[in-house]
């Protein structure tokens, strides 16, 4: 049974920081690319971040590159999305996700951490 637990989500002031992790079990972690999402209350769920299997390559939305960095223990099934410069618009339930490295689509997600920014 695959399981993904988001952790480290909170209320925070706008520039502070959180780290958020998601630990992995029940699947070949280092063969999955994994994935941070979010949503915010009464829009669609949005793509933040990924990282490649071993970490060699990450993506980042547009409007989170600069503050957040992806990235991944494959020793310890983890990872990590750590938050700087955080403003208010970062506010959403953030999720992480993982999926095979040829497909294209998320196969598991996490049950979601709350990430509040108050201004």
């Known amino acids: 049974q695959v399981q993904l637990v988001e952790s480290g989500g909170g209320l925070v002031q706008a520039g502070g920081s959180l780290r958020l992790s998601c630990a992995a079990s029940?699947?070949?972690?280092?063969?999955?690319?994994m994935g941070w999402f979010r949503q915010a209350p009464g829009k669609e769920r949005k793509f933040v971040a990924a990282i490649t299997l071993r970490g060699e390559s990450t993506y980042d939305a547009d409007s989170v590159k600069g503050r957040f960095t992806i990235t991944r223990d494959n020793a310890k099934n983890v990872v990590y999305l750590q938050m700087n410069s955080l403003k208010p618009e970062d506010t959403a339930v953030y999720y992480c996700?993982?999926?095979?490295?040829?497909?294209?689509?998320?196969?598991?997600w996490g049950q979601g951490t709350q990430v509040t920014v108050s201004s």
């Open positions: 996700a993982a999926r095979p490295m040829m497909r294209a689509d998320y196969l598991y």
């Open positions: 029940g699947l070949p972690f280092s063969s999955y690319v």
